[in-house]
């Protein structure tokens, strides 16, 4: 599965300028946000010169002017930029009329089916041993001396089904409330995931895919997903070209109980959307913060870069959430442009940053700011 140009084809980029949506959202998107766009503006020469456009997005966006997703935030993505960044959206707990999230919204109207989230631990014991007092929120996987395997493993989620097409419905029945939910899974979608996770595995060095599902229950429906997953080294024109990938599978319950008892028996974990959304947030908690978890949004003709985190309420406007996860996510969008120097550079600024542990955000047990820690990844850079 070859990695198509994206709308604004690549080969006119090269020489020229790359041009980056930036939609920060709400929240904390606005405060990581501005960190990735130093980040890469440090790069330099070394990637096209970056042209960031300002994009409309978000709850607070819909409260002031009734849309979440300006249909011109759309045709700018599609039409003229090679590339985009997603903040974090704050998108209520309860029902508000004509409101719907805009980043489900975009993940689907630009077709980036596969959510890549890598989740790898830099050191967790060095990160225990920094100076700091403040209560360290992660390492009592650090601490312990019986202490975990470092984690290193990619969640793919599939990004444009499940659950999430949003199709619920709520009557009164002589016993109250009832309300639906519909959860569509296609051949279609679950056969690109699939290609996505084996595509992905068969880079990496372990070369195994362990396929997440729960079809002892849902025998139809991730019975499907399964299924499509498991024959995808068998496809057509595939010929042998996985032979080398490992398959394993596990059951979405037994698999947050396996991640968290034995994180190094993954490799890259293939989920249907709302499985993939919580597996990914757990192993967040096994390498210390979720403001260090990065994800690309990835469709055959377009790459969102999005840290895996929230909008994060409990901290917004405080200048205390670490950037790392965005300035992360990057990197990896960066990468899949084809611009893997750039992205090597990123990423070892930011894990030379965390290894140090004298600049850390309070999620890492630090007393630094998110412009503090912004400026110690852009110096190394
Ligand atoms: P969250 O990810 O915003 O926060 C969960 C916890 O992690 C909080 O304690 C927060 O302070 C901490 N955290 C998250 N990112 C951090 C960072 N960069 N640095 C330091 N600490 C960080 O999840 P929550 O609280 O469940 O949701 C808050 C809002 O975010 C909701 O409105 C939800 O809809 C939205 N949300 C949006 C997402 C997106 O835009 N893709 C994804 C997940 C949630
Ligand atoms: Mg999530």
């Not at 020469?45 to 011109?72: C, V």
């Not at 100076?131 to 202490?147: C, E």
């Not at 519909?182 to 070369?207: C, D, N, Q, V, Y």
């Not at 849902?218 to 080398?244: H, W």
Request: aromatic share 4%; net charge neutral; charged share 20%.
């Amino acid at each position: 599965m070859a990695f198509r140009p994206p709308f604004r084809s690549m080969a006119t980029t090269a020489g020229r300028s790359l041009k980056i949506g930036m939609l920060p959202a709400d929240g904390i998107g606005r405060e990581v946000l501005p960190a990735a766009r130093a980040a890469i503006l440090a790069l330099g020469s070394s990637i096209p010169k970056p042209e960031f456009i300002d994009l409309a997005a978000g709850f607070e966006h819909f409260t002031r002017t009734g849309t979440a997703l300006p249909d011109e935030t759309v045709s700018v993505l599609q039409q003229e930029c090679d590339c985009a960044m997603f903040g974090a959206v704050s998108s209520p707990s309860r029902k508000v009329t004509g409101y719907s999230s805009p980043i489900v919204a975009l993940r689907k109207k630009m077709d980036l089916y596969a959510n890549i989230r890598p989740v790898t631990s830099v050191s967790l014991h060095q990160l225990s041993d920094c100076n700091s007092t403040a209560p360290i929120s992660m390492p009592q996987v650090a601490a312990d001396p019986t202490a975990k395997p470092d984690v290193d493993l990619v969640v793919i989620r599939e990004n444009t089904e499940c659950l999430y097409v949003k199709q619920e419905n709520q009557v009164n029945t002589e016993h109250g409330k009832e309300a639906r939910a519909t959860r569509l899974i296609t051949e279609r979608a679950s056969r690109r995931i699939g290609e996505m996770a084996f595509k992905t595995a068969l880079a990496r060095p372990r070369k195994h895919v362990t396929i997440i599902h729960k079809s002892n229950v849902l025998s139809i429906t991730d019975g499907l997903f399964r299924e499509t997953v498991r024959a995808v080294p068998s496809l057509p024109g595939v010929n042998g070209k996985y032979d080398e990938v490992a398959i394993a599978e596990q059951l979405v319950d037994s698999a947050v109980y396996r991640l968290f008892r034995e994180p190094n028996i993954y490799d890259v974990m293939v989920a249907p959307n709302l499985y993939g959304d919580i597996l990914s947030d757990a192993a967040a908690a096994l390498v210390g913060s979720l403001g260090l978890v990065p994800s690309i949004n990835a469709g055959d003709s377009f790459v969102m870069g999005e840290p895996v985190h929230g909008s994060a309420p409990d901290i917004a406007g405080q200048d205390i959430a670490n950037p790392l996860a965005a300035i992360r996510s990057a990197a990896l969008m960066l990468r899949h442009l084809g611009y893997g120097d750039g992205a090597n550079r990123i990423e070892k600024a930011v894990d030379a940053v965390i290894r140090e542990g004298k600049v850390l955000t309070p999620d890492l047990g630090g007393k630094s700011k998110t412009s503090e820690v912004t400026n110690e990844v852009i110096k190394r850079i």
